[in-house]
């Protein structure tokens, strides 16, 4: 599925374009036509699966059909954290659109509170609020919600946590009844259903399970300097006798070098990436079934379409972007009942990436370090982040 199956207007797809968004995540899939269709909904789904866009995109697409009429959507939140990244968001994928939205949230001077009334007053399109502030508002009496036609309700489960429940009745109090109502959570216990079912009208319910890794998988890490990742990967291959391997990059780049190294090794190997037209890299894939090609690498995005049986050996040679994009990996080895292998390679920089995945998936992988002759090799420490970009630019970097 393509974000342009949506029929989005012209100026999101740019916003979508300028941010780098190349498809819909599957949340994002499965709601975003629900809610252009006005239908309430509960998206349940793991952190980092793209929920933020499965709400702002139809949400800001409707205001774009609706034209500026004052406050259209309001979204809650736990945090003025998540509240900052929400408005970062919407002036992502709204650049040209010409949608304003808010953030407002507590701990802030009277300059930023008289901001937020004007704000409030006069409609942005969009506020995204912390409960507490909000009612701080709502309670003064200025702020016109006559025009609104959503509510969003985001980390619903974590909101619950933290007691703001009754916040969150005293503000419904104040909404049309007439409204869409989204509620997103990472988990669903019996009190979320229980607030959905006092706040949404028939809603459609979306679910996104994270798949496990298949069971005849053996998983291990390497860990290893960046430098030490293309030795290894050539003593791995000189091992064993091994005749199918898919080695995953992510960057089109490091497929290239890779596949440059492996050659001068002598090893049979191809490689597939977009910079590669179509029919080259249908070649490649021939090649690679019937075993004259005994190593592929591949981007991401590439590997996704293919589907090969028995591949012995899957390699991560940069640790994958989130959890689904790993089970998804390392699933093109021990397919139906076979067994296989998948190793990743970790990096310093990469190992508290890895240590995310491995909580998602609920496992623990054996981390083994690189073999001595390619020289020492970092030490395991994943709780210590080197300085990093914050969580949400995380999974945007390198072009894929
Ligand atoms: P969630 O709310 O489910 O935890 P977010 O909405 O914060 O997830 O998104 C997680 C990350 O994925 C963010 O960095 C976001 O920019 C990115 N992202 C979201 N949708 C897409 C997409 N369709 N393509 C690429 N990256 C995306
Ligand atoms: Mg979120």
């Known amino acids: 599925m393509k974000f342009s199956d949506f029929n989005f207007s012209e100026p999101l797809m740019q916003g979508l374009d300028a941010i780098g968004f190349e498809k819909p995540t599957a949340i994002q899939e499965q709601a975003i036509p629900q809610v252009l269709n006005k239908k ?39 945090t003025r954290e998540l509240a900052i990244q929400i408005d970062q968001q919407v002036e992502g994928l709204g650049y040209f659109t010409g949608v304003t939205s808010l953030a407002i949230y507590g701990g802030k001077d009277g300059v930023s509170f008289g901001q937020e009334k004007q704000a409030l007053t006069e409609g942005a399109d969009i506020v995204i ?55 997103f959570s990472a988990t669903m216990p019996p009190k979320i259903r229980k607030l959905a079912k006092a706040l949404l009208n028939d809603p459609e319910e ?4 994270l798949s496990k890794p298949a069971e005849g998988v053996v998983q291990a890490a390497f860990l290893v300097y960046e430098a030490q990742k293309l030795g290894l990967m050539v003593h791995l291959l000189k091992a064993r006798p091994l005749t199918s391997v898919i080695i995953f990059c992510s960057t ?12 001068k090794e002598g090893i049979k190997v191809g490689a ?10 249908e070649e490649v894939m021939i090649q690679f079934k019937n075993a004259e090609l005994h190593v592929l690498v591949a981007t991401n ?3 996704r379409g293919i589907d090969i049986v028995g591949v012995e050996l899957v390699v991560n040679y940069d640790v994958p972007r989130d959890a689904e994009e790993y089970v998804h990996r390392i699933g093109r080895t021990a397919r139906a009942d076979a067994t296989g292998i998948a190793f990743t390679f970790i990096s310093e920089e990469e190992q508290r990436d890895f240590h995310d995945i491995e909580q998602l998936i609920g496992m623990e992988i054996k981390k ?25 630019f995380r999974k945007q970097r390198g072009k894929r």
């Open 40 to 78: 309430d909904i509960i998206g349940c789904a793991q952190t980092g699966t793209g929920k933020t866009a499965a709400f702002l995109l139809p949400v800001i697409e409707d205001i774009l059909r609706h034209g500026h009429v004052g406050l259209a959507a309001l979204v809650i939140v736990p």
């Open 129 to 183: 609020a912390t409960p507490g502030r909000l009612i701080a508002h709502l309670n003064l009496g200025y702020v016109n919600l006559g025009k609104l036609r959503f509510l969003i309700l985001d980390e619903a489960d974590r909101m619950l946590d933290m007691g703001f429940s009754e916040d969150i009745e005293m503000i419904v109090g104040y909404l049309p009844e007439k409204r869409n109502t989204l509620l």
């Open 206 to 209: 979306i679910n996104i399970a």
């Open 252 to 263: 089109r780049k490091s497929v290239t070098v890779l596949e440059r190294g492996l050659k």
């Open 272 to 281: 597939i990436s977009s910079d590669l037209d179509q029919q080259h890299r």
């Open 301 to 303: 995005i590439v590997a």
């Open 368 to 392: 083994i370090k690189a073999p001595s002759h390619l020289g020492p090799s970092p030490d395991y420490n994943p709780q210590k982040r080197s300085a990093r970009k914050p969580q949400h």
